[in-house]
């Protein structure tokens, strides 16, 4: 198995913290897709002004510095940079400024894998990010936000900030907990609940009915597709697929998604019972918008793999809370798994879901995935 797979994961978040809410960390990501500066406040008073580096100008990152009175870095992931042949110190995030300064053409250069990337003239000083600081933070929201990982930072240091509730009113700016934002995902599984449950006869399993999950308030929704009537305390046949609009919806030849899940339905429905927990995961987590990103990227030579870790993100950043709590809801604890990939296996589990059985879900090749799933074999440790 290469070296490339890792144990699955769970969000990373300060151990002190407590669940308060999704909905500030939703406006913030809302305001930042929107190209408009957040205040990230965290533990022991630091504060910055962050934007994302998608929407940098070389007026914004003026006006950045204006309002916060610090010089302007920009925050990365450590993949992000040694992708760009930086020698990043120990740490999943870090900082940098440049000489000459920092220009949105840098910005774009820097984190952008499709623009054209010059360092040459560019003298660039890394710094590390400690965990779960407000750069981390940074970072964090921007992928909640479905960008690319990177943000344009800056300190706040302006001496009328000593009240920053008040401070930010002032200069209408959205304020949000770091430690809201590294919970976040947490959270958002933890209180998924049962929405609407409706009967959706499907073509190759008309005994279906498909519950919707969201969290208690607001959120992406997650979808459990129940297909005949599977007995609560045995072990059920379930299938795990993450939302693939080019493949599910479009039957783009790229991916096997299409063919996995319409596969997938058929056979649960041959063997009686089982659900498939359609999760809004688009792209391994990154979206759809990176995930075209990416699809770009491997027109250039890069696998699907490689490709994600060249936008700054990990090759998988899917996260299996949401499953174990649709399924804990559902009344189901044991289950018989239907996948190719170990990664699954173990996410579940550690989620505190028994898997008595993988279950092989083969699927044809055709000439534009062969690649794709031979990159998932060798480098992805999936057992096709």
Known sequence: MADRQQPAKNP????????????????????????????????????????????????????????????????????RAAILGLK????????????????AQTVQDLADPLAACDLTEIDIDLRPSRAHDCNSAAVKLTKLARLLPAAVTAILRDPKADDIAAWCLRHDLLRVDAGDIFQYDAVAARTLKPVSDARVPLADAEQTRIVAFRPWDGGLEHLAIIIGEPVAGEPILTRLHS?????????????????????????????GAGVLLYLAQEGRGIGLVNKLRAYALQDQGFDTLDANEQLGYDADERIYLPAARMLEHL?????????????????????GVVVTERVAHRIPSNHHNESYLQTKKTKGGHLI
């Open 243 to 271: 939302e693939c609009f080019t493949g599910d919806l479009l039957g783009s030849l790229r991916c096997d998604c299409g063919d996995q899940l319409r596969g997938a339905i058929s056979e649960i429905s041959k063997q």
């Open 331 to 351: 009344g189901f604890n044991q289950v018989r798994l239907m996948t190719n990939n170990p990664d699954k296996v173990s996410g579940l589990a550690h989620c």
């Open 88 to 103: 990043s110190p120990l740490g999943d995030i870090v900082t940098l400024n440049t000489t000459p300064p920092i220009t």
């Open 12 to 79: 990373s978040m300060p151990a002190s913290r407590e669940p308060v809410s999704l909905l500030s960390v939703d406006r913030a990501i809302s305001e930042l897709r929107r190209g408009r500066i957040i205040c990230v406040h965290g533990g022991g008073g630091d504060v910055l002004l962050m934007r994302a580096s998608e929407s940098v100008t070389d007026d914004a990152l003026l006006e950045i510095s204006r309002l916060a009175g610090s010089e302007v870095l920009l925050a990365l992931t450590a993949r």
